[in-house]
């Protein structure tokens, strides 16, 4: 496994296809598609809806088998495991972040995030304190009682990357995680994954169609049709603002 913040490759795949049958005819949605993020960077892959973004995030992450490729993550082949260890793999080393938030109505912020690491094996103690540790980072204390219907859109997904970071995950998979939000809402929340990746050292993957998203990358990969068609640094990177925790907490009621 790559140490933190070395900048190794942390996730790669080479030749991933991936077909889709639909009546008689078959689609071809990935197209051999070569791939790598590293460690401590936040690669962004844009592209127009239908253009493979969301299958080649789920090939990576081992939530969807591709009909041909590898995919090589934290330094072993993740597809050649049985599908119990790949669900482990996702436990301990993938945080997620969808657009839907997914999150349980009935749960309140705090517990949203100590349930995962429940699963995880840590003890209900130990769980609530790395949780509102985490809450505290996205700048959530004074709203970790509340359940998803008492908080806004931009404070949901907080919750969800609070989730995701409390695992301390190597890889971030984010979903067009701004897509529901205000433009406001969805900056801050690129700018909490931003986060993840140069302060936290995790490899941050996020599929988007947002092009405002551009300025926060370190690497951006053009998908279309299934098929890669620009992969290169980022060079507005170092203008994107960090937030710091003040800004991030005083700005919880309307995010």
């Not at 590898?70 to 260890?85: H, P």
């Not at 840590?122 to 709203?143: C, T, Y």
């Amino acid at each position: 496994m790559s140490p933190r913040g070395s900048s190794e490759v942390a996730i790669a795949a080479a030749g991933l296809t991936k077909r889709y049958r639909t009546g008689r005819s078959q689609v071809t949605v990935l197209k051999a598609v070569d791939f790598e993020a590293r460690a401590g960077d936040l690669t962004m892959v844009m592209g127009p809806s239908g253009s493979g973004k969301s299958t080649l995030i789920a090939a990576l992450s081992g939530l969807m088998r591709p009909d041909e490729g590898q995919v090589t993550a934290l330094g072993a082949d993740l597809w050649s495991r049985r599908a119990s260890l790949i669900d482990r793999f996702r436990l301990d080393h993938c945080g997620f972040v969808f657009q839907g938030f997914n999150l349980f109505p009935a749960l309140s912020a705090l517990q949203q995030v100590a349930s995962v690491l429940r699963y995880q094996g840590l003890g209900r103690r130990a769980a609530r304190q790395r949780a509102a540790a985490a809450l505290d980072e996205v700048g959530l204390s004074p709203r970790m009682h509340q359940r998803p219907a008492e908080l806004s859109g931009g404070e949901k997904q907080r919750v969800a990357i609070a989730r995701a970071l409390a695992k301390a995950p190597d890889l971030v998979f984010a979903d067009e995680p701004t897509s529901a939000l205000d433009s406001e809402s969805g900056q801050l929340v690129v700018r909490l994954l931003r986060r993840a990746a140069s302060e936290h050292g995790a490899a941050v993957i996020c599929v988007t169609h947002d092009q405002r998203l551009e300025a926060f990358a370190d690497r951006i990969v053009r998908l279309e049709d299934g098929r890669i068609l620009a992969d290169a640094p980022a060079r507005a990177v170092a203008a994107a603002p960090k937030p710091a925790l003040a800004e991030l907490r005083g700005r919880h009621e309307t995010a």
